[in-house]
């Protein structure tokens, strides 16, 4: 989850504010926690507010599942417990970051909902745009 956040503010550095924010969920002993959901990143929205809301008030969430070592990666229930959440919080970006020992780190984007047939993932070339 450390290198995460660390590639993530690598890719966004140049950005200007407001920065992103990492909550990470740890359980007992510092490990990860249950649930399909291993971190967010947050920042406050200061574009254009929507109804009932003033400049500053919303706020920009991406949900992330960090995978490491010989981890599989999320099921197909598991996608649909992060379109559920993701839901829930305002139709959050939902991001999964992959590391492997020896290979760079992967990250996929998971897609709102495939058609049948079609990849769920799209890979993520430029890790800023998905953090704009």
């Known amino acids: 989850m450390t290198m995460t956040k660390v590639r993530i503010r690598q890719a966004v550095a140049k950005k200007r504010f407001p920065r992103w924010q990492f909550v990470t969920f740890l359980g007992k002993k510092g490990r990860e926690s249950r649930g ?6 947050v920042r406050k929205d200061h574009g254009k507010p ?10 920009k969430i991406i949900l992330i599942q960090v995978k490491g070592g ?27 970051a992959e590391w492997k020992k020896g290979t760079e780190a992967k990250f996929s984007f998971l897609a709102p ?14 890790l800023s745009a998905i953090f704009c």
């Not at 909902?113 to 430029?126: H, I, L, M, S």
Request: proline share 2%; hydrophobic share 40%; net charge negative.
């Open 70 to 96: 010989s981890a599989a990666r999320p099921t197909a229930h598991d996608l649909e417990r992060l379109r559920e959440v993701a839901k829930i919080h305002g139709d959050c970006k939902i991001l999964l």
């Open 113 to 126: 909902k495939a058609t049948v047939g079609e990849e769920e993932w799209t890979d993520v070339t430029d």
């Open 50 to 59: 929507r109804s009932g809301l003033e400049l500053g008030d919303d706020l």
């Open 36 to 41: 399909v959901v291993d971190m967010i990143a």
